[in-house]
T-cell receptor, first 109, second 112 residues
């Protein structure tokens, strides 16, 4: 079966750094996506990785290791507005997205 | 932001009644999707469309049907709603088969 695992909830402090991990087992791999979803709102695209390594975009970075079936999303200089759920999704060999259940990130002052 | 709207945004209905949710886009994107989102689960694909009158089933399609008669509209119908279909439904669009999706605001459906 296909599976995406990520922690259910994490807590971090404003101004700090947090790393949200995602491990996956899928039938094939055509890219990994991170989306942000604020409570009661729609998910919005954050990042896409298809090759191994780190992709940096402002305060957010995403890392991928295809051999380990592993990715992480790194958030720096945390702000209160970063409180949200972060969804990891993998595109399988049929170009279908398989979604993790999401990690709820709580930011404390 | 992608022009994508869903209606209704909230609906309460009774078991056994038919329900139709509408997704409308102004981006002329080829691909359209219907997902449901429930606590403790990832987004789960119900149906998707890759063009007018071209649709296919997702992983949780039982009890749902879809139609796409125009590029801009994708309808999701629950033929006879059940309590297990209480959920938040998201429509999404994409202009290519690469996975970057733009989501509608969501439709919260409660089946009593």
């Amino acid at each position: 079966g296909q599976n995406i695992d990520q922690p259910t909830e994490m807590t971090a402090t404003e101004g700090a750094i947090v790393q949200i991990n995602c491990t996956y087992q899928t039938s094939g791999f055509n890219g990994l996506f991170w989306y942000q979803q604020h409570a009661g709102e729609a998910p919005t695209f954050l990042s896409y990785n298809v090759l191994d390594g780190l992709e940096e975009k402002g305060r957010f970075s995403s890392f991928l290791s295809r051999s380990k079936g592993y990715s992480y999303l790194l958030l720096k200089e945390l702000q209160m507005k970063d409180s949200a759920s972060y969804l990891c999704a993998v595109m399988d060999s049929n170009y279908q997205l398989i979604w993790g259940a999401g990690t709820k990130l709580i930011i404390k002052p | 932001d992608a022009g994508i709207t869903q209606s209704p945004r909230h609906k309460v209905t009774e078991t056994g009644t038919p329900v139709t949710l509408r997704c409308h886009q102004t981006e002329n994107h080829r691909y359209m999707y219907w997902y449901r989102q429930d606590p403790g689960h990832g987004l789960r694909l119900i149906h998707y469309s890759y063009g007018v009158k071209d649709t296919d089933k997702g992983e949780v399609s039982d009890g749902y049907s879809v139609s796409r008669s125009k590029t801009e509209d994708f309808l999701l119908t629950l033929e006879s709603a059940t309590s297990s279909q209480t959920s938040v439904y998201f429509c999404a669009i994409s202009d290519r088969d690469t996975g970057e999706l733009f989501f509608g605001e969501g439709s919260r459906l409660t089946v009593l």
